[in-house]
């Protein structure tokens, strides 16, 4: 029997894809079925332990790896660390660019440098070796930010999960580039844009949104109906909503929009029958919309959505929204915030 039962073992791929990838399968993963997992820094396959049923959790697949000491080397993270990274939603960008960072410091340190051994002495090294080592291949500073903030929330989550005792990267110095700042709106031209917008009452919720509530492009593309609460039509609220499988719950929030937005959204409904979502249609769709009210109120600067967002930021600290405020009502990360707070300080306080 136990000779039958293996020969009936579903076979194992060796290239099953890694977490994260594009790839799908119309299998069922069992709780009795092991898969092997390709890893991050050889071509050699590593077995992993039997992933949970994907159908009982929410959340991205949890693959099973066997748990991580002081001892483990820089390479027995790279799996645990790519799930801790899908489980905190971040962008499939932020998830490719982390995992790369690994691999390059793995290969500067030792791959199988256990990850209680590593200093800050071995990161300010890899640090100068990636922007004086090479000649004639100076990275781009918002590159070097970017593999600073790395090392800075890989370190930091070994330690918040008690893999190493203390945090080498805790003093490390996070030096960003700072952006151009973008050219607001004045007062006048934000007028112009809403009596324009108004033309459309589609154009004129779009502008709503972002004017009024500072949503960003894939909040809005997101936004149902059933997230928007005309109980008290002189305060109409909103509340943004993340799929459970991003893990962005902690930035769900609920915000308050003018009165008038109860007719704009009324008038909407009426002419275009929306169902579920808000937009039924594509993010350019939006661009182009937006981009013909500003054409037609005569405005020359470059008008986006993003814009409108800085425009309702720069706003709200104009009125005395304190900063920690304001980063609950943008739903930004503590990561988004370090490099938008100084951005929302310079428009808003110039002098």
């Known amino acids: 029997m136990q000779k039958e039962a293996e020969h009936k073992q579903p076979p194992v ?20 079925v092991t898969i092997l997992q390709n890893s991050l820094f050889t071509d050699a396959p590593t077995v992993i332990a039997e992933p949970p049923d994907p159908l009982a959790t929410p959340f991205p697949p949890l693959v099973r790896t066997h748990p991580l000491t002081d001892q483990s080397s820089l390479a027995a993270c790279a799996i645990p660390y790519q799930q801790e990274l899908m489980l905190r939603g971040k962008s499939n960008y932020t998830v490719t660019c982390f995992l790369s960072d690994l691999k390059m410091f793995s290969r500067f340190a030792g791959q199988d440098t256990p990850v209680g051994r590593i200093t800050k002495e071995q990161l300010t090294d890899w640090l100068m070796k990636l922007k004086f080592g090479t000649k004639g291949q100076v990275p781009a500073p918002k590159t070097m930010a970017r593999r600073v903030t790395f090392l800075k929330n890989f370190f930091s989550w070994l330690f918040r999960e008690q893999v190493i005792r203390e945090d080498p990267s805790a003093s490390l110095t996070l030096e960003r580039p700072l952006p151009p700042l973008p050219e607001l709106l004045f007062d006048d031209e934000i007028q112009r844009l809403l009596e324009s ?9 779009l502008v709503y ?4 509530a500072g949503l960003k492009k894939e909040e809005v593309m997101g936004l149902k109906l059933a997230h928007i609460d005309l109980s008290d039509p002189k305060v109409p609220m909103i509340t943004v909503h993340f799929p459970a499988s ?57 008008v ?13 600290l104009k009125a005395g929204t304190m900063p920690d ?5 943008l739903g930004l990360s503590d990561e988004a915030w370090l490099e938008s707070r100084e951005k929302y300080r310079r428009l808003a306080f110039s002098k």
């Open 13 to 32: 791929d060796e290239k099953t894809p890694l977490l994260g990838s594009d790839s799908h399968t119309d299998a069922l993963v069992t709780d009795d």
């Open 325 to 329: 405020a304001l980063r609950e009502k």
């Open 246 to 302: 991003t893990g962005k719950q902690h930035r769900e929030r609920r915000l308050a929009l003018p009165p008038e937005f109860t007719a704009t959204l009324q008038a909407y409904q009426h002419k275009y029958r929306p169902t579920n979502e808000l937009f039924n249609c594509t993010d350019r769709n939006l661009n182009y919309i937006l981009a013909r009210a500003v054409k037609a109120a005569g405005i020359k600067k470059r």
């Open 197 to 205: 917008a108004a033309e459309d009452p589609r154009c004129h919720c």
């Open 304 to 316: 986006t959505l993003q814009l409108l967002r800085d425009t309702f930021a720069v706003r709200q």
């Open 209 to 212: 949104l972002v004017l009024y």
